[in-house]
T-cell receptor, first 114, second 112 residues
Framework: DVKVTQSSRYLVKRTGEKVFLECVQD?????MFWYRQDPGLGLRLIYF???????EKGDIPEGYSVSREKKERFSLILESASTNQTSMYLC?????????????FGPGTRLTVT | LAKTTQPISMDSYEGQEVNITCSHN???????ITWYQQFPSQGPRFIIQ???TKVTNEVASLFIPADRKSSTLSLPRVSLSDTAVYYC?????????????FGDGTTLTVKP
């Protein structure tokens, strides 16, 4: 069964801390994504990776960076967390070998920055 | 990526058919139309995808007119468990590697 896991369901961090959000997929997918979801704003793409060590900025990359050292793992990094980064973070993966490029999502990490 | 417009919310009753329409006036020739469903505290889940005319699977149908400037997701005989947010996405699956822009979605509330 397809599975995308995220390291934490809930996370509380202080302003200025460096935060790592980890995502792992077991489907050997080439593409991985990080989104944030806020009430009234839908899902917004932060970063996207189509291969190991490759990344592309999404719609709102400011304040974030990513790392993809292995195919199955995609990390989102908040270099210096701020309160406006309090949000639900969702990771997803997909493969070009399925014509639909269907994205499989993880359960999400609700991050609170105080 | 083409911008989409959907109604913010819709209400329905159990057993009814629900149609959610999405507008995508600047859809490009190579763009596909994809719909996702999201329940509270979960990630979105793929429902259906199409390019033109009609696509049907075990969950829903997708109707796309000839000009492709809109699409309609049809959910037959909804139940309370279909209460969710539904997102319409439009994008070129070949050049954007499945990168998608999710809009605000339509919150469907099914009442008993």
């Amino acid at each position: 069964d397809v599975k995308v896991t995220q390291s934490s369901r809930y996370l509380v961090k202080r302003t200025g801390e460096k935060v790592f959000l980890e995502c792992v997929q077991d489907m050997d997918h080439e593409n991985m994504f990080w989104y944030r979801q806020d009430p009234g704003l839908g899902l917004r793409l932060i970063y996207f990776s189509y291969d190991v060590k490759m990344k592309e900025k999404g719609d709102i990359p400011e304040g974030y960076s990513v790392s993809r050292e292995k195919k199955e793992r995609f990390s989102l990094i908040l270099e210096s967390a701020s309160t406006n980064q309090t949000s639900m973070y969702l990771c997803a993966s997909s493969t070009p070998h399925r014509r639909s490029y269907e994205q499989y999502f993880g359960p999400g990490t609700r991050l609170t920055v105080t | 990526l083409a911008k989409t417009t959907q109604p913010i919310s819709m209400d329905s009753y159990e057993g009814q058919e629900v149609n959610i329409t999405c507008s995508h006036n600047n859809i490009a020739t190579n763009d596909y139309i994809t719909w996702y469903q999201q329940f509270p505290s979960q990630g979105p889940r793929f429902i259906i995808q199409g390019y033109k005319t009609k696509v049907t699977n075990e969950v829903a149908s997708l109707f796309i007119p000839a000009d492709r400037k809109s699409s309609t997701l049809s959910l037959p005989r909804v139940s309370l468990s279909d209460t969710a947010v539904y997102y319409c996405l439009v994008g070129d699956m070949n050049t954007n590697a499945g990168k998608s822009t999710f809009g605000d979605g339509t919150t469907l509330t099914v009442k008993p």
